[in-house]
Nanobody, 122 residues
Framework: QEQLVESGGGLVQAGGSLRLSCAAS????????MGWFRQGPGKEREIVAA????????YYVDSVKGRFTISRDNTKNTVYLQMNSLKSEDTAVYYC???????????????WGKGTLVTVSS
């Protein structure tokens, strides 16, 4: 199965923290760079964070640097997005993605999760 299954979304107050998880198949996870994208109200989908298949290279959009951390656990075939100091503008549907090429961007991705909603109250 190549499904990506996100979890961990919910409602949190500004300044709070939340951790998103994305479970992948062994086949997908072992050979794919992984990333998180989000689409907020009135916004286009944007890259939030990405991690190379080796785990040695990461990328963060400027707006989340210092607040979000992406990581991957090879024993669980799972990628995480730890979100701290959340702001109202972080409110969005967050999508997990997998891709075979680096850098990871939407045009190179054909494997998406269904999304999980994160709502940050002001």
């Amino acid at each position: 199965q190549e499904q990506l299954v996100e979890s961990g979304g919910g409602l949190v107050q500004a300044g709070g923290s939340l951790r998103l998880s994305c479970a992948a198949s062994i086949r997908t996870f072992s050979s794919s760079s992984m990333g998180w994208f989000r689409q907020g109200p009135g916004k286009e989908r944007e890259i939030v964070a990405a991690i190379h298949w080796s785990g040695r290279i990461t990328y963060y959009v400027d707006s989340v640097k210092g607040r979000f951390t992406i990581s991957r656990d090879n024993t669980k075939n799972t990628v995480y997005l730890q979100m701290n100091s959340l702001k109202s503008e972080d409110t969005a549907v967050y999508y997990c993605a997998a891709g075979g090429l680096w850098p990871l961007d939407a045009y190179r991705i054909n494997n998406w999760g269904k999304g999980t909603l994160v709502t940050v109250s002001s």
